[in-house]
C-alpha cells in the first residue's frame, strides 16, 4: 500500500499522517482483537460442528454468523450474582486483569508495512504502536501478569472448584511460561533482535528463491522444532484444550470462573479469545515471517492481509486441536512441561547457538538426530510401561515432584 | 512543575502507598497483590528513567513469575484465618520501626550525597540507547570490564540453590 505523507481533508489543510500512523495502528489492533473475536467463536464453532458431524450454529443471521452477538444479548440480560463471602474487590477486578493485558500487548505487535511518498521518495514504516527496543520483552511481561485475572478469580469466588482451577492456572502458567520463553529466546538468537519490526524484517526473502526465510525455516529444522514448541506452550498458556485444567468441566463445574455470570463471564470468554489472538499474532512475528508473503508471486498482496490469514490460519489449529485430541490428566501436564518441553527447548536453543558459533550444519543435524532418538525410546519404553499392566505411563511417573 | 515531576510524584506517592499496603493488609493475598502493584509501579519509574530493558525484566521475574508462586503458596496452604497469622510479640514492632527508620536515613544520606554531586553527565543520546538489551549486553560482558566474574558467580549461586531445593524436595534421589 503506498499513500502520501500529506492528505487534505476537505477544509482541513494538509496533514502529515506519519506522527498519526501509531495511533491509526492502535485503533486498528484494538478494533481487530475486538471485532475478530465476535467471528472467531462462531468460526470455532462451526469447526467443531464439523469435526464433530453435527451442524453447529444456523439459526441467527447467514449461516449462524450472528450467534455470537445474540449470545452477548443474552449475557448482558443475565442476572449478575456475586457470591456470599467472595472478596469484593478481586471479585470485580479479576476479569478486567484477563482482558487487559491481552489488549495492552497488542501494542508491540508489528502487523504490516506501509509505504509513504515522502519528499525524500517512497519509505516503508511498519505499522505498529509502539515499536519499542524491548517489545518481545514487553509481550511476555503483558503475558505473565495474565495469569493473575485467573488465580484472582479462582482464589476471589470463595468456592472449592474455583480455587483448584485457579491453583492449576498459576501452576500451569509458571511451567510452560519458562519453554514458552526459552523458545522465544531462540527465535530472538536467530534473528539477532528483541525489537519485533527486526524479527519480522530479518525473515524476508527466499531461500532457493521459493522457501519463505521464516526463523521456522531456518537453521536446519531447529527452528522448526523450536516453533512447535512455541505452540504447544501457547495453547497451554492460554488454557485451551488440551491444557485446559484450569475450567476441566469434568472435575472442576467451569474451574475459576464458576461463579462469575452475565458480562463478568462474557468478559471472560473474550479475554481468553484475545489472547489467543495476541499469542498467534506473537507466533506470525517471530516463526511465520510476519507479513512477508509465503511465496514470491505473492508479494502483491498487502502485508496486514497476510498478518491476518496467518493469525486466523493459527487459530484454525487451536481449534482443530481442541476438536481432535482429550484433555490430559493434571500430572501428564506438569511432566510434559517440566521433563520434556523445557529439556527438549533448552537443547534447540544450545544447539541453535553451537550452529551459529561454529557455523556447522552438522551440528543440527547431529540434534535433531538424537532428538528423534530419544522420542522413539520413550515411547518405547511408555508402550512397554502400559503393557505390563502398569496404569501409570512414563509421563506420568515421578510427576509428584512437579505437581 | 514539569509534566515530568508530576509523574514522578504520583509514581512515587503510588509506591510508597503500595509498600506500606503490604505490611498493614491482614490477609496475605491482599498483601501478595499490593506487593505485585508496588512492583509495576517501579518498573514504571524504571521507565521513566529510560531503562527499558530493566523494566521488562522487573515485571517479567518479579511481578510475573515470583509473586505468582508467592500467591500459588499463600492459596495453597489457604492462609486466609487473620487471627493465626497475628503478631503477639512486642520485639518485632519496635525492632521493625528501628530497622525502617535507619532505612529511611541510609536513603535520605544517599539522596543528599547525590544531590550534591551536580548534574549527571547523560546526554540525551545516552539517555536514549542506555537502557536498551544491546547497551546492558555490551557493558556486562565487554571485555575488559570486570562483570564477568560476578555475573558467572550468580550463576553458581542458582545453581546451588537449585540443587538444595531438589535435595531437599526430594527424600530419595
Known amino acids: 500500500m503506498v499513500i502520501d505523507q500529506y492528505v487534505r481533508i476537505g477544509p482541513i489543510g494538509p496533514i502529515d499522517i506519519v506522527p498519526l500512523i501509531p495511533y491509526a495502528s492502535m485503533l486498528a489492533i484494538i478494533g481487530f482483537i475486538l471485532i475478530s473475536v465476535v467471528f472467531v467463536i462462531w468460526m470455532e464453532r462451526v469447526v467443531l460442528a464439523l469435526v464433530q458431524n453435527r451442524l453447529g450454529p444456523n439459526r441467527v443471521g447467514p449461516r449462524g454468523l450472528l450467534q455470537s452477538i445474540a449470545d452477548a444479548i443474552k449475557l448482558f440480560f443475565k442476572e449478575d450474582t456475586r457470591p456470599a463471602g467472595a472478596d469484593r474487590t478481586c471479585y470485580y477486578v479479576a476479569p ?4 487487559i493485558p491481552a489488549l495492552a500487548a497488542g501494542a508491540t505487535l508489528p502487523f504490516g508495512t506501509i509505504t509513504v511518498r515522502t519528499e525524500a521518495g517512497p519509505q516503508p514504516l511498519p505499522l505498529i504502536v509502539g515499536d519499542v527496543n524491548v517489545g518481545i520483552l514487553f509481550i511476555l511481561a503483558l503475558a505473565s501478569l495474565q495469569v493473575y485475572g485467573t488465580v484472582l478469580a479462582g482464589w476471589s469466588a470463595n468456592n472449592k472448584y474455583s480455587l483448584l482451577g485457579g491453583l492449576r492456572a498459576a501452576a500451569q502458567a509458571i511451567s510452560y511460561e519458562l519453554a514458552m520463553s ?7 538468537l536467530i534473528a539477532g533482535s528483541l525489537q519485533l519490526t527486526a524479527i519480522v524484517d530479518q525473515q524476508s526473502g527466499y531461500i ?3 522457501l519463505p526465510n521464516w526463523t521456522c525455516f531456518q537453521f536446519y529444522g531447529l527452528g522448526m522444532v523450536a516453533t512447535l514448541i512455541y505452540l504447544v506452550a501457547m495453547v497451554a498458556e492460554t488454557n485451551r484444550a488440551p491444557f485446559d485444567m484450569p475450567e476441566a468441566e469434568s472435575e472442576l463445574v467451569a ?6 455470570s ?7 470468554f473474550v479475554g481468553e479469545y484475545a489472547s489467543m489472538l495476541v499469542v498467534s499474532g506473537v507466533a506470525t512475528a517471530l516463526w511465520f515471517g510476519g507479513w512477508h508473503a509465503p511465496l514470491p508471486f505473492l508479494q502483491f498482496i498487502p502485508g496486514w492481509i497476510w498478518f491476518v490469514v496467518k493469525v486466523m490460519a493459527i487459530m484454525l489449529t487451536f481449534m482443530w486441536i481442541r476438536a481432535s485430541l482429550p484433555r490430559l490428566r493434571y500430572d501428564a501436564l506438569m511432566a510434559i512441561g517440566w521433563k520434556r518441553m523445557i529439556p527438549l527447548a533448552t537443547v534447540v536453543l544450545l544447539a541453535v547457538a553451537a550452529v ?7 551440528i543440527a543435524l547431529a540434534t535433531l538426530a538424537a532428538i528423534v532418538a530419544a522420542s522413539f525410546w520413550l515411547g518405547w519404553r511408555a508402550q512397554r510401561g502400559t503393557r505390563s499392566g502398569s496404569p501409570h505411563t512414563v509421563t506420568a511417573q515421578g510427576a509428584g515432584g512437579a505437581g | 512543575m514539569s509534566a515530568q515531576m508530576v509523574l514522578f510524584a504520583v509514581l512515587a506517592t503510588l509506591s510508597v502507598v503500595t509498600a506500606i499496603l503490604v505490611v498493614v493488609h491482614r490477609n496475605p493475598v ?7 502493584c508496588n512492583l509495576i509501579v517501579l518498573a514504571v519509574l524504571y521507565l521513566t528513567l529510560s531503562a527499558q530493558f530493566v523494566a521488562a525484566i522487573q515485571i517479567i521475574v518479579y511481578a510475573g513469575a515470583i509473586m505468582v508462586l508467592f500467591l500459588f503458596t499463600v492459596m495453597l496452604l489457604n492462609l ?3 487471627e493465626a497469622l497475628r503478631e503477639t510479640g512486642r520485639v518485632q514492632g519496635v525492632v521493625g520501626v528501628a530497622l525502617g527508620l535507619s532505612f529511611l536515613a541510609a536513603i535520605l544520606g544517599a539522596g543528599t550525597i547525590s544531590a550534591g554531586l551536580g548534574p549527571s553527565a547523560a546526554t540525551e543520546e545516552s539517555l536514549r540507547t542506555g537502557g536498551t538489551a544491546e547497551a546492558i549486553g555490551r557493558h556486562m560482558f565487554e571485555p575488559g570490564l570486570p562483570w564477568h566474574f560476578a555475573f558467572e558467580l550468580t550463576s553458581v549461586l542458582l545453581l546451588v540453590g537449585i540443587v538444595g531445593a531438589v535435595v531437599l524436595a526430594k527424600r530419595r534421589l
Do not use: C, Q
Not at chain 1, 182 to 188: D, G, L, S
Not at chain 1, 356 to 362: L, R
Open chain 1, 356 to 362: 551459529d558459533a561454529f557455523n556447522a550444519p552438522v
Open chain 1, 255 to 260: 474451574g475459576f470462573h464458576t461463579e462469575y
Open chain 1, 182 to 188: 526459552i523458545a522465544v529466546v531462540t527465535a530472538v
Open chain 1, 262 to 268: 452475565s458480562m463478568k463471564f462474557a468478559i471472560f
Open chain 2, 30 to 36: 491482599r498483601s501478595a497483590l499490593s506487593l505485585v
Open chain 2, 80 to 82: 486466609g484465618a487473620p
Open chain 1, 96 to 99: 478486567a486483569l484477563v482482558m
Open chain 1, 208 to 210: 532457493w528463491g521459493w
